[in-house]
Every structure is written in C-alpha cells, then in structure tokens.
C-alpha cells in the first residue's frame, strides 16, 4: 500500500476506541530506523496510520545500530573494563532521548540501572552464557523503554510490552547450552487469550525484537535475524492481518542488486518462492521468519522506511493465475564440492548410508546432491558448516577409503528461482547456451519445483550474473514486464539517475487521442512537439558536428520537414529514401546514401545527384569504377563486433553482412586510388537499441586510430543505434554521458569532424499505435484480447520479439487486473502485439494505445493479408 512521503514532524491523531475484535497489525524497525529522531517521526507516523485503519499495532524495534555489537563486545571486556562500556552506551541512549525532546526518561533509565549493574556483576551463578544474554537483551529493551515514552508524548498511547512474557523458546533437546540461551528457536501457536489480554491493556505496543524467554525463565536471545523472526512470531501468535518489515531498501530484488543493478523490484512472492529466495542469497529477509507466517497464512510486507510511498515486497500465500516465471536469480559463495566416484558400488545396501555416515562424522551438512551409475557429487555450504581446509581434508580422507574422491573448491552456486521451473525450461535456452560456455560441475533441480541450481567456479559469477539476469528478462522468462509481480529496477529506485522519468507525452493527450481513435482505427499519431525534443538533447552539447535522421525509421513528411527545420540532415538506405527527402526538405539539407548490397543503378542515381555515398564492399569499386571517378566516398567499416536489442538488428561482427571487413581495407585502398575515388569519412553503425552510453565513444575512439593510418580522412562517422528502453521502468540511455564520451575522445582527434546518424532515438517514444479492441476470448489457459492492428502494422514485437508497452487508453487509470494475450487478426499465430499482458477487463472498442511506436512502425508496415495497416497523424 503507497504511504505518502512523510513530513519532518507528525503528530499522531485522535480516533475512536477499536472493538476487541480489531485486527492486528505487526510493524518492524531494525537499528538504523530507530536511531534518530527523524526515523522515530517515521515510525509514530506509520504507527499512526495503521491504528488508523482500525488496527491494532505491534510495533517491534530492535537495538540502536551498532549497540548489539557494542553490548557482545562489552560482555568480552576484563571486568574493570566494562563499567565504562556500559556508560558509553548510557550516554548515547540519554542524548537520543535529549533529540527526541524527552528529557530525562525514567522507563529507559530503568534499563540503564540494570545494565550498569550487569556489567559490574558479570556472570553469576547462572553461568557466563546466561550472563551474555542478559546484557545483550538490553540494547531492545532500552529502545522499546524510549520510544513507548516518545510515541505516547506525541499522542500515540502506547503501551510497553516485554517479549519475553509473550511467547517462549522451544526446549529442542539435541541443542546446546549456547545454542539454547544465545540462538534460541520458538514455535509459534495462535495465543488468542494474549490477543485478548493485550486487547483489553491497549491499541497500540511497542516490544523487543531478537529476545524470548526459556522454559526455566531465562532470558534468550534469537540469534541472526533475531528481530525479523520476533515480528512474526508475534504475526503469528497474534494472527495479525500482515506482518511489516521496514529496512532501508524497498524489498527482495531478483537478484543481488549489488551484482545486478538492474534488478528488479520483487512485488509478490509465495512463501515458498520468498523463502527459496532467502535461502538462496538474499540478505533483506532470514529465512527462518517466514516458516511461522506461512503456518499461519499471515502476510509479509517488506518496505523501505526512507521512501514509504514505493510499493515493497508483499509475501503471501500463493497465487494461481499468474503466468509462471522466475523470480530471482541469486549465487552463493564459497561452495565447496565433494565428488565421490566409485564403479558398481552405490547398488550395494547401505553404501550411501556409510559414505554419508562420514559426513555426519565431520559435523558437515550436504546442501546439493547430484548422482549417477559410478559417482555422487554433493555440495558444502559455508553458510550452514565450519568449512576449513582442515575439516574438508579428514573428510576427504575418510572417503578415500571407500571411494575416489575430488574435492572442487572455490565453487559459486547459481540459482533460478521460480515457482512451475520445470515449464519453463523451454524459454531457458539462451541461458543454457550461456553456461555452455562455462565449466558447469553441478546442476541439481529441486523437487520442490522452484528452482534449478548450476554450481561453476566461483571466479565467473561477477561477470556471469548480470548476462543471466538480462537473457532471462529478453528470453521472457523473467517476465520484467508484469507489473503484479516485477516493480522498478533498483537503478531505477537507488541509481544514480533514480530522478522520476517525467510521464510519456500521451497520458496528458489521452482526450485527443481517443477522439482521434473514435474517429477511424487502427491508427498511428506522432507527437510532433517530442521529436523536436529529442533533435534538440542530441543538439544541445555541441559535441557532434553533424547529425543525420536515419530516414528508414519513419520516412513520414512532417517528420523530415521538421527535423530539417531542427538542422538536421538526413540518411537515406535507398533511391526511395533519396526521393522522399527531396520531395519534402530543402536542397540545402545534407544527405547521405547508405545502401547495402544495392545494384549498380541506385549508386548511379545517388552519385549523379552529388550525394555523399558510403561503401562497405569491394565490389562496386573493382566492378563499377567509372561511376566513383573524381567522387568523394565514405567507407564503412565492420570493427568485428555487433550489438543491439537483438541478432537481427546487429550490423557488426561475424554474421552480419555489413561492413567492409579490416583485412580487406589495403585492398579498398587500392581500389579507391585506381578508381581516382577520393575516400573523405569512415563509417561504422554496430546496432540498434544500445543502451550503453560508452558505446559511441568506442566506435569512435577504432575509427579514429584507422583513419590515423588512411590519411585522406576528414569526417568519422559513428553510425546510429541510440537505444530507447522499452519498459517504462528501465533507465533511458544516458544522453550526457554519450556526449561526454564523446567530447573526450574528440579532444584527442580534433582533426575529424563528428557524425552520428541516429533513427530510433528521434521518433520511437513520439509515436503510438492506437488499435481498437475486437474480441475477447479464452482458450485453454489463456485468455485472448483481439486488437484491429496487427503484425502488418507493427511487426517488431512478431520479428525481433520486441517488447513495447500496451495500456487500455479507455480505462487508462483502472486497475490492471487482467491477464491477457494481445493479438491482431492476421492469420499467422505470430501475430502477436503483446503476451501475458496486464490490463483493465477490456471490452470491443476499447481503445488500446501501444507505446513506443513511432521508430520502425509504420515504416515496416505490410499490406500483408489484403488488410490495409494503420493510417499516420501527426499532431504538434
Ligand atoms: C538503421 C541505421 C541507423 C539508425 O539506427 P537506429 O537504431 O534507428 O538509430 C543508422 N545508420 C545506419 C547505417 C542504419 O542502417
């Protein structure tokens, strides 16, 4: 639920008494939320507004950061020592209260008396772990003491509450006494006399994270993730409607955002997937807190107290209509694999029961387990062992007399995480390629169904995950694009340019757009106003010399009129192009011919009419001579590589038949100088939908250093391939860092004059397509939105499965609730616009708007099934 940003000070308002059957709301601040003044602000707000909803509030809190460390340290200190540890933490408790305007704070006090004492005392006849629990138990019970104080102040009665009255440890009997008193473990039950008891004392607690009681009464601590576990086990022992975590991020990410920033925000997730997820990496949640919520069917949100209004992480039971997908991809370190190879043995009885015998023996638990006729490879967790080289070498031993033993460390295990993981193996086929690459020692699926683990050497997952992580969003497999499930990127949230991406032009054109749907669909209308925007940002550093349209992106008169009118020129791929351009900017514009493979004739053409022609083959010169004779060309190159948004729009690298590859560039020489040609500029124009911002730079940077060697070289051309991100989420291409890239490599080549000739850039986000809708129809499992544009009008989602975002302009702001295939009614089943797309419940003539389709639209567009594709408007 979006909470509003919160204003510096708050005051809790007045609201009338709940009935004792009020609902409860479990609420989680861990050390740094309960620090400062401002976070206690926070939290009376959030406090606040829950009781306002007609709940009732547990709020737990955990130590002020860094005193649990503090209190585990003092309780090492030689006894003289810890007096003065023990008052240093006084001090800061007394000046936070100071901050917070309390004055001196006699329940906190209280607890400050008792530490001072513990420290002096230390351990007593309970013996030194009981002791160590006790002083460490006060870092929570100092923090609850104060903010009771200051949320009741601040007209937020609230009542203190001590944990340990409410629920006990569980009395496992294979524990230890350190395990017992310092990582204790409860078993939550529903308590419906607390609920009532504390129903009847108040509306709203505040209580300790992290510490219990034992069965003799003893104070315990939870060990780690102590103060999560607390909130649910009071979730579950109250059966509170949800249990909240507030931490300082917004929730689970599918993946480790510090490897991958662009991952993505995880929604909603089951208990099993969050769970899986947990154990498998992820550090915001422990996985021990969601076994009592699940027991409970209690659910979980995580949020980020320094920016309430973003959506979080939900957890909850599991929902059935979604479209399977992975949810996360996550590596674990330090894996150790222990590979036992033996012929003919593992038939035999009570074989593995002995070689795991051994592994008990050394204390190890078996994490990962992959088998065969003649070997048993299993993997080590450090997480869960005390994996030292000492341990791993008796172990190894032991084995050797049983079996041939190897022992494979640094491992890194990777793991996809997924509900439905064996259905979607088919869409894992780039992924499979990629660790084709790699050596993959291990691959085990779990039998839970929801995930599939690859264990490689540790060495490659830095590089390795944010490949996978990409390849899964592309491949759909991560469906990024369902907002139920996916929200921004943590770039997007925490990133560097993390400013909120200003609104697409057409929401604030919505009334014009549906009269101009009304009026005949399908139909596309560019916004004038955005490709003169666009013109201008790539304009406005200066740092390009020349800027040409890539005409073949959207040939549209108005457009060309207008980008002459911005200075730009104009680069054509075909006679057509020429023609078009002629026909609509002035003489005056600068143009290019860019052709491939094109006959003899179109070079003929272009070379009489004076335009500046770029090759990228042998052929025209050493066949077609004459026509070049006295003419000044430009080469384009093919610097080895390709990139873009997908194969079939790289332009570079082996596969791709662009560019003149660097061997046969004496030849080209040669030839030009045979022929009298006069070569002036180098070219080079690697893909489409970059994204990269140091990309241009590079290109430029290679074409500088051969033109070093040409000679004759005046213009360098660094081709188009700005990309626009298709997901509204994602982070636009970084324009300025472009420039900068740009500007430093001129400084080094000031002699060459600066080209770019971008299409997509200019004119994609400027257009939709507005369709409207036909039918609707299930079958099987999906449920089909018809549209009356189809791949004829817009082919990129069928050709390069493009992703280009789809709303119900009708039902613009309604709930999109829907799950539906969006298709046209064309009679191929490629004739796809959009899968699994969430919409409002749409209805026939509903107008659908689909975005970014001003680039490669209308300008691909068919006449293919006799079905006329959608007419062009353009508005300013
Ligand atoms: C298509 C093309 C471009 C423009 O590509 P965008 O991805 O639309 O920017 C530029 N140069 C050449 C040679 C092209 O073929």
Known sequence: MPDAPLPATVSAPAAAPLPPA???????????????????????????????????????????????????ALCALPPDERVAAAGRLTERHRALAAEMGLGRVEAMERWLDSLQRAAADGPGAGGELAWQAEVQAHGELLSSALGAVFLTAKGLSTQWLDARTCYAATDLPFLNERARLLSAQVEPRHDPALAADLAARGEVFITQGFIARDGQGRTVLLGRGGSDTSASYFGALLRAARVEIWTDVAGMFSANPRQVPAARLLTRLDYEEAQEIATTGAKVLHPRCLSPLREARVPLLIKDTQRPELAGTEIGPEVREQAPSIKAISSRRG???????????????????????????????????GSAETNVTVSLDPTENLLDSDVVAALAADLARVCRVKVIAPCAAVTLVGRGMRGMLHKLSAVLAEFGQLRVHLITQSSNNLNLTFVVDEDVVDDLLPRLHEMLVRAGALRADDATLFGPSWQALYGRAAAAAPAPWWRAARPRLLKLAAERSPRYVYHLPTVRAHARALRASGVIDRLYYAVKANPHPVLLRALAEEGLGFECVSPGELAAVAANVPASAPRLFTPNFAPRGDYAEALADGILTTLDALHPLQHWGRLFKGREIALRVDLGRGLGHHDKVRTGGEGSKFGLPLDQLDAFLALADDCGARLRGLHAHLGSGIL??????????QLASLA?????????????????????????????????????????????ALWMEPGRYLVAEAGVLLARVTQDKRKGAAHYLGADAGMNSLIRP???????????????????????????????????????????????????????????????????????????????
């Open 692 to 701: 990269d911002a140091a990309h241009w730079g590079e290109v430029y940077a």
């Open 22 to 72: 009020a609902p409860w709301i479990v609420v989680k601040f861990g050390g740094t939320s309960v620090a400062t003044r401002e976070r206690w602000d926070t939290i009376l707000r959030l406090a606040a507004s829950r009781r306002a909803e007609g709940a009732r509030v547990v709020v737990v809190v955990s130590a002020l950061s860094g005193v649990t460390d503090a209190l585990k």
């Open 335 to 369: 894996i150790t694999l222990v590979s036992m190879e033996s012929v003919g043995m593992w038939q035999q009885v009570g074989f593995l029961a002995d070689v795991f015998a051994h592994f008990k023996r050394h204390g190890l638990s078996v994490d990962l387990i």
């Open 798 to 876: 069928a050709l390069y499965a493009a992703w280009h975002e789809i709303v119900n302009l009708s039902r613009l702001d309604a709930e999109a609730d829907t799950l539906y295939q969006v298709v046209g009614p064309i009679c191929e089943t490629g004739d796809v616009l959009g899968s699994d797309r969430r919409l409002p419940a749409s209805a026939e003539g509903d107008v659908l708007l689909i975005a970014n389709a001003g680039a490669y639209g209308a300008a691909m567009a068919s006449r293919y099934n006799l079905r006329e594709p959608a007419e062009e408007t353009v508005i300013e």
């Open 708 to 752: 070093e060697r040409i000679g004759s070289i005046e213009f360098l051309n660094v081709g188009g391939g700005l990309g626009v991100p298709a997901h509204p989420d994602d982070l636009p291409l970084d324009v300025h860092a472009v420039m900068r890239h740009l500007a430093e490599v001129k400084r080094a080549y000031p002699q060459y």
